[in-house]
């Protein structure tokens, strides 16, 4: 009884400050796990967003097109780009530019629109480069005959998120039947 | 040795009467060091919790913005299908565009205010007089003829003119008399006159005929009164939209809008002849670099509208961030939209 006493008037033991030490660590990284997750998932909702506005900006384009026109022809590929059938898109957050290109006839024109110069076109010209803030989206379409009944067709597209900092890849798929 | 016990008891009963300056001091200090160290990640946190407001915010308005232009855009064109040899493919009732070397471009939607209305009596008369009556039975006062623009136009759509609305009032027998700023003579009209550029091009060329004064009661021959959206930026960095009803004070769609562009992508009629992608010069020819559609309104089949907006200013002075555009604290946002008024394609699939 009087040895315990002296014991609690001479401190901690080095075990119970471990203990404690080790709780207060579990809580501290719990809540900064918690932070970075929250930093996260905002972003990863931010380019899901995008990605799906996206998606149906181009299937809003494919579905102008006239039957017998080249860009809605059964061709293209999901997993590969294909000419004619891709596009990417950067969009920065730093100095508002909206940079765009698409391969049409394999000849790709870049599209970059930004609050001192209006709308650049550029034909035969590829993206500019990227800095550290701007969101990269790569697109790809199908165009598939006859599916799904005979006499529409199918038009699939798939936006990728090429954001690398992101884990995993963000990415948005969308689909349309037309004539 | 009870002495020095008495004094060692006396010693420990001293020290537990409180803290030594010492042990206060490392006390405050460590208190201090983890208690700024808090405070920093707060305010860091404080901030990017304002900057995320602002983003989020920033990204409803331009939403809204392009949800507002896309409900006006497919209406482009409506009210317009008089049936027959007259289709809408053949007026430019529908989506003009106005291409500046800037930021800003502006875009009008027109549809039909009133269904179509022969000119009344025999003979032929010419948009260079500043008047017209119009037939009665067709279900249309003159309080319908009420301010904007209409467009004259032959009985087989395949020529036309507008001009600016000035006067209407009811006439003999449920006829209607107007009153309007007088055409040229081959059915140009100033811009003032022609505020939604419909007869810009002149002649245009893929019809040189396409514009005219002279219209004639015998052939049967109308008038529509057109009624139209125009969406601009002003200059105070707001997004407007202007109705005949909103000349004086738009509504205001949204604030801070530092870029609105928009494109058009056309069809030349044929089957494999749309264009495949985006003009953003409007008055250029179609073999100019960039390539245009010399102001030919009535082949725009498709609009893509790109916006991009920024927070409100002075939102993040705490933080070090500076863009790139003008080193404002703020930070920027694009969005685009395709948009298909479906109106103007309804004549095409054949």
């Keep these: ?179 | 040795m009870n002495d020095l016990k008495r004094n060692k008891a006396a010693r420990r009963d001293f020290s537990s009467g409180g803290f030594t300056l010492v042990e206060l001091m490392v006390a405050m200090t460590i208190f201090l060091v983890i208690g700024g160290t808090a405070m920093s990640l707060f305010s860091q946190h404080a901030n990017l919790f304002t900057t995320q407001q602002g983003e989020v915010g920033l990204n409803m308005t331009l939403r809204n913005a392009l949800q507002q232009i896309q409900t006006d855009a497919v209406q482009a064109g409506n009210g317009f299908f008089i049936g027959g040899a007259t289709s809408i493919a053949n007026t430019p009732v529908g989506v003009t565009v106005t291409n500046n070397p800037g930021a800003f471009d502006s875009l009008t939607l027109i549809q039909a205010g009133t269904p179509a209305v022969p000119l009344s009596g025999t003979g032929c008369m010419y948009t260079t007089s500043g008047s017209a009556t119009l037939s009665a039975g067709y279900g249309v006062t003159a309080s319908q003829f009420s301010g904007g623009e209409i467009m004259f136009m032959n009985y087989n759509g395949n020529q036309m003119t507008v001009a600016r609305l000035t006067g209407a009032t009811n006439g003999a027998g449920g006829t209607i008399n107007i009153t309007y700023a007088p055409t040229n003579a081959n059915g140009t009209n100033s811009t003032a006159n022609d505020p939604f550029g419909l007869t810009l091009t002149v002649p245009p060329t893929s019809d040189p005929d396409q514009l005219t004064d002279q219209f004639c009661a015998a052939s049967g021959d109308y008038v529509v009164a057109l009624s139209y959206v125009t969406y601009s930026v002003n200059a105070t960095n707001q997004l407007v939209r202007t109705t005949a009803a909103t000349v004086v004070t738009p509504d205001i769609i949204a604030d801070n809008i530092i870029g609105f562009k928009v494109g058009a992508a056309t069809y030349q009629g044929g089957t494999t002849v749309s264009s495949p992608s985006y003009s953003f010069n409007a008055s250029n020819a179609p073999t100019a670099t960039p390539p245009g559609y010399s102001n030919q309104f009535t082949m725009i089949r498709s609009i893509r509208v790109s916006l991009i907006g920024r927070t409100p200013k002075g939102q993040f002075t705490g933080s070090n961030f500076r863009n790139t555009y003008d080193g404002g604290q703020y930070r920027i946002q694009a969005l685009s939209l395709v948009i298909n008024p479906r109106n103007l394609s309804m004549n095409d699939l054949e």
């Design chain 1, 1 to 179: 009884m009087s040895r315990r006493k002296r014991n609690a008037n001479s401190g901690f033991t080095i075990l119970e400050v471990m203990v404690a030490i080790l709780v207060l660590t579990i809580g501290l990284v719990g809540t900064a796990a918690l932070m970075s997750t929250t930093v996260n998932s905002t972003a990863r909702s931010h380019l899901m967003s995008t990605a799906a506005l996206l998606a149906s900006e181009k299937l809003e384009d494919l579905s102008r097109f006239n039957v017998n026109d080249s860009p809605v022809a059964p061709g293209g590929s999901l997993v590969a780009n294909t000419t004619n059938y891709f596009d990417n898109v950067q969009i920065s957050v730093d100095n508002g530019a909206i940079n765009e290109t698409t391969t049409t006839n394999g000849a790709s024109t870049s599209y970059v629109q930004t609050p001192t110069s209006g709308m650049v076109v550029t034909p035969n010209a590829g993206l500019p480069a990227t800095s550290s803030d701007t969101l990269t989206f790569n697109r790809r379409w199908i165009v598939t005959n006859n599916t799904p009944t005979t006499g529409v067709r199918t038009v699939t597209v798939l936006v990728t998120a090429t954001t690398q900092a992101i884990k995993p890849q963000v990415t948005f798929q969308m689909s349309m039947v037309r004539p």
